[in-house]
């Protein structure tokens, strides 16, 4: 039974347009694909109200590394005979499905799929009319509180587990005014909608947390899809073993390259591809900088200060693949990549 709170602001001021309706929710065969940007960027959660700016014009991508943002059927999904309520499952290439239901008056999630390629993905089910997100028209000072409860997949010590999970989400629209992205990239009608999931799952052999935010920035003359994404995910047992801890930010524009940047650039990675050592040599002229390496899915897997032109970091803890190493020294950043084996 769904326990729902909906609390609508009356709003004095405003444009009608820049509102959430089923007139500009996704619909299938839409898609928007976003750069992959500093995952250490703050989520401005306390910039909110009307007529605030969010400022992300100082962001670097990683090698234009991307990720596509599609709205598909769960049919064309992995998940399909999970999901046969389900009428769209909005994708985050590599990261998360969402399957949900979207009418004229509201939309409802049935479940979210968390992917991770290296421990198994953590498939969350939702009972039938749980996990309300929108009640159309969804605007500014708009929020919702709804209980949720369903079953919860995921793989712990090489053992399958399907347990029960309960737990709350809440939808609201916080902000409106300009997100900007750079030079090209200011818009300055945006609506930010951020969404939090919290549910604890109960299993024989112990009690796990799933904590999920994230918030979304719109332009609706641009796109039913999010223009920014900040996505904050953990999921691991209470007082126990981290199963997924990240931070992920995506970006439809980039800043371009800078002269300083083009000198920082000339930082030398050595050898690459590597296994136990990785030796940094920072260009004359900078003898300090912060390097973080970073796995293809923009996490933070290893984070240092280096106060030497020279210095070599241990990287044989690391699993083998492919990393982007960020290199930032006076307000500069740039990327490079690292090949592990």
């Given amino acids: ?11 004095i001021t405003g444009s009608l347009s820049a509102q959430f309706d089923a007139s500009n929710a996704p619909a299938l065969g839409d898609s928007i694909r976003l750069y992959i940007v500093d995952s250490t ?12 700016t969010w400022d992300y014009s100082n962001l670097i991508d990683y090698n ?22 389900s009428d769209l499952a909005i994708e ?32 969350l089910t939702l009972e039938v009319n749980e996990g309300l997100y929108y009640t159309y028209p969804f605007d500014f000072g708009d929020e919702i509180t709804d209980s949720i409860k ?21 939808t609201k629209v916080d902000g409106r005014g300009t997100l900007n992205m750079g030079l090209t990239g200011v818009y300055t009608n945006v609506l930010r909608y951020n969404i939090t999931d919290t549910m604890v799952i109960t299993t024989p052999v112990a009690d796990f947390t799933v904590i999920h935010n994230q918030y979304e920035y719109y332009d609706h003359t641009v796109s039913s899809l999010p223009i920014f994404t900040h996505t904050s995910m953990w999921f691991g047992q209470i007082g126990g073993t981290v199963l997924r801890d990240f931070n992920f930010v995506l970006s439809k524009d980039i800043i371009t390259t800078s002269l300083s940047q083009e000198v920082l650039a000339e930082t030398k990675l050595y050898p690459n591809p590597t296994s136990q050592l990785l030796n940094i040599e ?3 002229g900078i003898n300090k900088a912060s390097i973080s390496i970073v796995d293809a899915v923009g996490r933070i897997v290893m984070d240092v200060n280096i106060e030497d032109t020279f210095a070599n970091l241990n990287v044989s803890h690391l699993k083998e693949g492919a990393y982007f190493v960020k290199i930032a020294s006076d307000n500069t950043v740039v990327t490079k990549t690292l090949i592990l084996n």
Avoid: C, W
């Avoid at 039974?1 to 709003?11: G, H, P, Y």
């Avoid at 960027?41 to 605030?52: E, F, P, R």
């Avoid at 979207?102 to 290296?118: I, K, M, P, T, Y």
């Fill in 282 to 284: 920072l260009p004359n």
């Fill in 150 to 170: 369903g079953t919860a997949t995921f793989t712990f010590m090489n053992q399958l587990m399907n347990a029960p999970a309960r737990g709350k989400v809440r």
């Fill in 41 to 52: 960027a703050t989520d401005y959660a306390n910039i909110t109200g009307d007529g605030v």
């Fill in 92 to 123: 985050t290439e590599g990261e998360i499905i969402t399957f949900i239901t979207d009418d004229a008056n509201e939309r409802v999630s049935q479940g979210l799929v968390f992917n991770d390629a290296d421990n198994g993905d953590l498939i």
């Fill in 64 to 85: 234009g590394e991307s990720r596509l943002i599609d709205v598909k059927s769960p049919q064309q999904t992995a998940h399909n005979v999970t999901f046969v309520n």
């Fill in 1 to 11: 039974m769904r326990n729902k709170i909906l609390l609508i602001a009356t709003l």
